[in-house]
């Protein structure tokens, strides 16, 4: 991690943690992880699986709020619910692949339903945006993976540093 401390928000998405029928232990646990490695957590938001309401969330933390970097978790599988995919794509600038690509190939080496995870990471104006899993296993080794390259990425994006070498 660099000295400079990126901005950050964690969306948790689900319906029943909305309702309060189910306890969110996916978002703290993000949290938790993000503030170790010296982020900066200024916004921590639960949702239902509503494609328009996720879109207006992503799209006011990434122009209004100016968050560095935003993380979601949930609502990124195979239920008619999930959503959160298609609403990060309908609201980004940028595709960043290689992110998801790469949680998915670190999971595929603990589960093989990590294939079925539809997580997208994007790039809105100067924000990052990664869908992780809505379980707490899943975000803790997904993050584990991509962690250590987020510095870089967002140093770049944010025009904090302009070299891509090195």
């Known amino acids: 991690m660099s000295e400079y401390r ?3 928000a964690v969306v948790t998405l689900s319906d029943s ?12 646990l993000l949290c938790e992880i ?3 490695k010296g982020y900066i957590i200024e916004k921590k ?9 996720i879109k207006d969330c992503l799209c006011r933390l990434c122009d209004e709020e100016k968050m560095d970097i935003v993380f979601t978790t949930g609502g990124t599988g195979f239920s008619p619910r ?9 609201i980004a600038g940028r595709n960043v692949p290689g992110i998801a690509e790469a949680m998915r190939l670190a999971s595929l080496k603990i589960t093989p339903r990590a294939m079925l995870s539809r997580g997208a990471s994007v790039i809105r104006g100067q924000t ?3 869908n992780l899993p809505g379980s707490p296993k ?6 584990e993976a991509v962690l250590p390259a987020l510095d870089h990425g967002l140093a770049i994006l944010t025009g904090r ?6």
Do not use: F, H
């Open 138 to 143: 899943a975000v803790r080794e997904n993050l």
């Open 128 to 130: 990052l945006i990664i």
């Open 161 to 166: 540093d302009g070299e891509c070498a090195g």
């Open 34 to 36: 993000l503030t170790e």
């Open 6 to 8: 990126w901005k950050a």
């Open 45 to 53: 938001i639960l949702l239902p699986d509503d494609k328009q309401k």
């Open 17 to 28: 943690g909305y309702r309060g029928e189910r306890e969110d232990k996916s978002g703290p």
């Open 82 to 90: 999930d959503c959160t995919p298609e609403a990060t794509m309908e």
